[in-house]
């Protein structure tokens, strides 16, 4: 069984900022991802708000992440966690392919991963025309057309890359707002190529025998229904924490994000929670980075108080057989 000072699981934003800043503190650290580095961001086709970087693409920030860890020598193993149990002196991480760690403190950034609309058609056809992201699938619908679904940054960033390459673009949103930040809203008002469908649901999801052929909707003022023909439709109606492997005894809120305090601690000493996982008020790649920097600042100060527990705690052998006797 292999100890480290820091296990960082995620290699999002967050984990990666988390392992630059444990190296620079000279904590004995691993990370490991079961994905690419940069998680979800990676995904995304444009950045436009992460401070200092006017416009680049997810891949390439996050590879700029990758680099920046890797510079100050992190550890990194590409595989699944299957499970992190809590221990008093260290906490224990098994991953897939058989291997068992511990370390002093854990820091949890798994992210999120896309809600589903649980409508008929969703998991039949994902993958032959439905999709949960434009960057890794819009290129099969050049020239076509698409239906979006939601009304939030992620479904207005992606329906404006998705009209770069299809004919036509219906953004389905059930209210009559946008919940998307001014910026986006105004520029997915302004694309030609983008029609609004406001108070508007999708009910189900029709296919042929090349894919997805079109989409139920149904008004949400007026419960009118009515066929609308698509070759594809991307669903970006939020995100669900991935919290299958934050330990029971953690706190978390009714959404299932993991309550920390403002070292991202949880409460389990020791445990981490940084990123889309931890509950806050807004998801963004700065803050995902801010909580990596913040949790690993915090566990190194407390990986270096435990030792010094432990070591106190440790009779040399001679007392340790006076106080036996
Ligand atoms: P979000 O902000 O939670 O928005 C989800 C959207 O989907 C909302 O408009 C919501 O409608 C709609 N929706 C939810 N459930 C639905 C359902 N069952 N049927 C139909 N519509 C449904 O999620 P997000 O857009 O993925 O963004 C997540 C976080 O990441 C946010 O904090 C966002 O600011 C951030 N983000 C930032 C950027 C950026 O800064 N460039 C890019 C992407 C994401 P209602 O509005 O009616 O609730």
Redesign the pocket.
Known sequence: MSTYDLIIVGGGPGGLTAGIYAMRAALKTILIEKGIAGGQVAM?DS???YPGIETTTGFDLSQRFLKHAQSYGLEMVQDEVISVEPGLEFHTVRLANGTVLQGYAVVLGMGGSP?K?GIAGEKEYYGRGVSYCAVCDGFFFRDKTVVV???????T?EALYLAKLAKKVYLV???DA????MI?QQRVKGECKIEILWNS?VTAIRADQQGVSGVELQDTKTEERRQLATDGVFI????EPNNELVPAGIKKNADGYVMTDDKCETSIPGIYVIG?LREKY???IVIAAADGCTAALAAAHYVETKKATLEVCELPAELAATSAS
């Open positions: 995304s950045v436009e708000n809600r609309l679904v939601g009304g939030g940054d992620t479904a960033e949103h059930r209210r946008f919940r998307a930040s986006l649901v970006f109606i939020g995100f889309d807004a998801k963004q």
